[in-house]
């Protein structure tokens, strides 16, 4: 039998933490004072195969295999918080369950239906540890930036944690991607444009701007993208935005968008951007005005991205855009500004639209036709710089390394999609936090 701990109100406090979901990391990771495991009837039991977590219906454990009373057996396992919960789950009549050879739970409480089918119940509160229990319940009760706060050191992140979480990403956008796809016929610079438009928008834009680019159809913007000011024309008014030209160059465009909507039959509804909160810099007006000149003068955008070999090549295609002429004095319609300055897309603001647009388009497309495709992405994203915003400060407080973009973008997807959402049982860090505790320490 395990190690009965000194302190009487420990086992009763974890049993008020313990979950059956945190059991089964327990199990799936095997995180056990020791695996030296008796039954409740003093039989040893050896677990040959821990099985597969089955996250669907059924034995929580599939596929496993045990040797007990010099016998060994082939099948589930089926975790619970007590005994009494296999009868409470209505296991009994569940012809799934049948196959059932070990019944791992925290605490015995009755012996009842279980050995009338010499399926062993294995007791598994002396084998754990309180303070891994109480590890757990401190980081899901945190309110600070990660539930791990506390805990957190960089010695807890994985040798490829960060390809991990890019690929998984990438992969991720891939099947959106492919949704995409299938709805514009497999036009693949179509959906780039999709792709490119939101990423032109920012958070504040982002759908906006996505549904302006999708509100006709690319085969039309095709035909006026050699017109730079028809392209523009076309972006402003589906913005809302030339209802009540104010200048000479403002009447001009909707003059343009007049004729490409009596010629296109264009769909009249508009999508008005925001300007709250934003800086100049990134005014819609100014966004819009660049996209133009990005589509007017890279006619086949989508086939130079693919072609592009690193990250130099892919930035080539975004160097030199800038806002056409009326906005080096302007930042909205009718107001000129006291200082001119041409309007060029930043490098950082490049880099964003290669990692949220440009990259996965590139994956998407190759992933299943070249098998070093991976490798190219990890590479490219290593070439740019890490981002510098609230949540990368925040993991640089921790001591997280994070030095180009391959580490900042993954530190990003972590948080969002573990952290944020405090899966700290499918978390690789949280798993090392609680894994590899100094054992010194708490016994």
């Keep these: 039998m395990g190690k009965h701990w000194s302190t009487s109100t420990s086992t009763k406090n974890i049993r008020h933490i313990m979950n ?4 089964q990391y327990l199990w799936n990771h095997k995180i056990f004072t020791n695996t030296d495991f008796k039954d409740s009837e003093g039989n040893a039991v050896e677990i040959i195969d821990f099985g597969q977590w089955n996250h669907d219906a059924g034995p929580d454990f599939l596929n496993a295999k045990i040797r007990t009373r010099d016998l060994v057996f082939a099948g589930n396992i089926e975790i619970h918080i007590r005994s009494s919960d296999w009868i409470l789950h209505g296991h009994s009549e569940d012809p799934a369950y049948r196959n059932v050879i070990l019944h791992a739970v925290y605490e015995h ?19 754990i540890h309180p303070e891994t229990v109480q590890k757990f319940s401190a980081i899901l009760e945190q309110h600070s930036f990660v539930p791990c706060e506390k805990l957190f050191t960089k010695d807890a992140v994985s040798l490829h944690f960060s390809e991990e979480n890019i690929l998984k990403k990438l992969d991720e956008k891939s099947s959106l991607l492919e949704y995409q796809l299938r709805k514009y016929r497999n036009d693949y610079e179509a959906v780039l444009f999709h792709q490119i438009a939101y990423a032109f928008g920012l958070k504040v834009n982002a759908e906006i701007f996505r549904s302006i680019a999708e509100s006709t159809d690319f085969r039309i913007l095709r035909k006026i993208s050699s017109n730079r000011q028809q392209l523009e024309a076309f972006f402003f008014g589906k913005a809302g935005w030339l209802d009540s030209p104010c200048d000479k160059t403002t009447t001009a465009w909707k003059r ?21 909160r934003l800086r100049p810099p990134n005014f819609p007006t100014l966004r819009l005005s660049q996209l133009a000149h990005l589509y007017s003068r890279e006619k086949m955008l989508f086939s130079k991205i693919i072609q592009a ?14 806002a056409s002429e009326y906005w080096d004095n302007h930042y909205t319609f009718g107001k000129k500004t006291a200082k001119t300055s041409v309007k060029k897309l930043s490098a950082h603001f490049i880099n964003l639209i290669l990692l949220n647009a440009v990259l996965p388009v590139k994956y998407a497309y190759h992933r299943f036709t070249d098998e070093d495709t991976a490798s190219q992405m990890l590479d490219i994203y290593t070439e740019i710089p890490a981002e510098d915003n609230h ?13 180009n973009a391959l580490q900042s973008q993954s ?6 999609h573990s952290c944020f959402t405090k899966k700290c049982l499918n978390c690789s860090i949280g798993f090392q936090l609680l894994k590899h505790h100094d054992r010194t320490d708490i016994y």
């Design 20 to 23: 059956e979901h945190l059991l």
């Design 256 to 276: 343009e968008f007049d004729f490409i909507t009596h010629k296109f039959q264009l769909n009249p509804v508009v999508f008005p951007p925001k300007f709250l």
């Design 309 to 322: 070999k690193n990250n130099a090549e892919l930035k080539s295609l975004f160097q030199d855009i800038s």
């Design 391 to 403: 949540i990368i400060r925040q993991w640089k407080n921790l001591g997280a390394e994070i030095e």
């Design 109 to 127: 409480n009755t012996d009842e239906f279980l050995s009338e089918q010499n399926i062993p119940t294995l007791e598994l509160k002396h084998y």
């Design 411 to 416: 530190f990003i997807y972590h948080y969002s």
